[in-house]
Structure formats: structure tokens, C-alpha cells
């Protein structure tokens, strides 16, 4: 690898670095809204678990000891952890007893498979490349899963002709971190980056598409509540939404 791809993989692994923590932190104007309530209402937790069982194999799979020289894919995704685990935190907070120990179990059981897949990794692969092998397809699955989250957003907008429910800019912020990433993965060819950041930029391409072709209409679909009287449609499923599928980013 020369030294001037060395550079160009350098800074584009920065930016993927930079949209994907913008697609980490999306979820803030959420819990802000929990915070003022002081409830999760119906909120769902299974983003931000979905997203934390993700970035912990995507750090497992960057260290020095499984997969070297990957330290921007190791940096994004550890402070991914950190995110993730500060929105459970809040969502443990403020969820009813019920709820609380059903969120609690499921971080129990993605740390203790987490720390068997490690020793498992680890004790059983004695190289870099078998334990890239095995921790890089454990990262295309759960990217795979991640990515798929837009499906049921993208079948609602065409159900419904809005899209008030798929926000541009995370359309937009998936799309730069998908380009980015497979770009970055090309570089220094790794099938188990390019594969998923591969699917996740034609997805993101599918919601572009579909927002440019129902932008108009949802503007006029909005007027017309709005001169009746109506709430708007990302009014009524505040809860739903919004946040049962925001993006996950790798």
C-alpha cells in the first residue's frame, strides 16, 4: 500500500468518522424530550441495545490483537459504546419497573455474549486473519440487521406517500457514512467492511430516491392538515416512529 493511499484511506476513515457520530447522536432530541416528560412513554429500546451489541463487535473486531491497523474503525466504535451506553442509562432511569428489567436483562445477556464470543475468539483463533474471519462475520450480520431498520420506515413512506417519518438529514448522514466507509474499506481491500457499507449506501440511495420523488407531495399533504385543523402525521406516532427506526450506523 503506498504511502499516498495510506493518506486518502487516513482522512476518508476522519469523515466516516465524523458522519458516523453525528448518526450516533441523532437520538439526542429524543431523550431531551424523555428528560423534560420524565418518562419513555412508548419509546422502544431496541435501537440503542441493537446499536450497542453492533459497536462492541466492531471494537472487538478493530483491536491490535484481531484485526491491525484498523484504529479509526476502533475509535468511532468505542465512542459508539460510550453513547450507547449513556442513552440505556437514561432510558433505564426513566422506564417503568416492567420495562426497566426487561432493558437490564437484555444488556446482561449482550455483555455475557460478548465476553464468551471474546474468549471464545481469542482461545480457539491463534491468528489475525481466523480471528478477522470469524469477529468480521459476526460484524456483516449485526450490520446487516442494523441496516435493514430503514426497510420498515421506507415501506411506510411509500404506504403513506410522506415522508415525514425519514428525516433528510439522517437519510443524507447515512449516505455519506455508507460512501465513506466502503471508500475507506476499498482502500485497503476488507470484505467485512465493504459488504455491509455497501448495502447500507443502497439503501440510503433508496431513501434519497424516495424522498425526492414524495417531497412535494408531502408538503402538500402537510398544507392541507394544516388548513384543516390537524395534527401532522409525525405528531400522532411521536413514540413510534422516530425512534424505533433511526439509523445504525456501522
Not at 453492533?54 to 465512542?79: A, E, K, Q, R
Not at 474468549?119 to 449485526?142: D, E, M, N, P, Y
Amino acid at each position: 500500500m503506498t504511502a499516498a493511499a495510506d493518506v486518502v484511506q487516513t482522512v476518508v476513515g476522519i469523515l466516516g468518522n465524523i458522519i458516523c457520530g453525528f448518526l450516533f447522536l441523532s437520538p439526542v432530541p429524543t431523550f431531551v424530550g424523555i428528560w423534560k416528560k420524565g418518562s419513555v412513554q412508548e419509546f422502544s429500546p431496541a435501537p440503542y441495545l441493537a446499536t450497542l451489541v453492533n459497536c462492541m463487535v466492531w471494537t472487538l473486531y478493530s483491536l491490535p490483537i484481531v484485526h491491525p491497523n484498523s484504529i479509526l474503525v476502533l475509535t468511532i466504535n468505542g465512542s459508539g459504546v460510550v453513547i450507547e451506553v449513556v442513552f440505556i442509562v437514561l432510558f433505564l432511569i426513566y422506564s417503568p419497573p416492567k420495562k426497566r428489567v426487561k432493558v437490564l436483562a437484555w444488556v446482561i445477556l449482550e455483555l455475557i455474549f460478548m465476553a464468551a464470543f471474546t474468549v471464545l475468539t481469542l482461545t480457539l483463533a491463534h491468528s489475525h486473519k481466523k480471528r478477522s474471519a470469524i469477529v468480521g462475520t459476526f460484524c456483516i450480520i449485526f450490520n446487516i440487521m442494523m441496516y435493514a431498520a430503514p426497510l420498515a420506515v421506507m415501506k411506510l413512506v411509500i404506504t403513506t406517500k410522506s415522508v415525514e417519518f425519514m428525516p433528510f438529514s439522517i437519510s443524507l448522514a447515512a449516505f455519506g457514512n455508507g460512501v465513506a466507509w466502503t471508500t475507506y474499506a476499498l482502500i485497503r481491500f476488507d470484505p467485512f467492511i465493504t459488504v455491509p457499507n455497501g448495502l447500507g449506501t443502497l439503501l440510503a440511495v433508496a431513501q434519497l430516491i424516495l424522498y425526492a420523488t414524495y417531497y412535494k407531495n408531502t408538503k402538500r399533504l402537510m398544507s392541507e392538515r394544516k388548513a384543516k385543523g390537524e395534527m401532522n402525521l409525525s405528531e400522532v406516532v411521536v413514540g413510534h416512529g422516530a425512534d424505533k427506526n433511526e439509523a445504525a450506523p456501522k
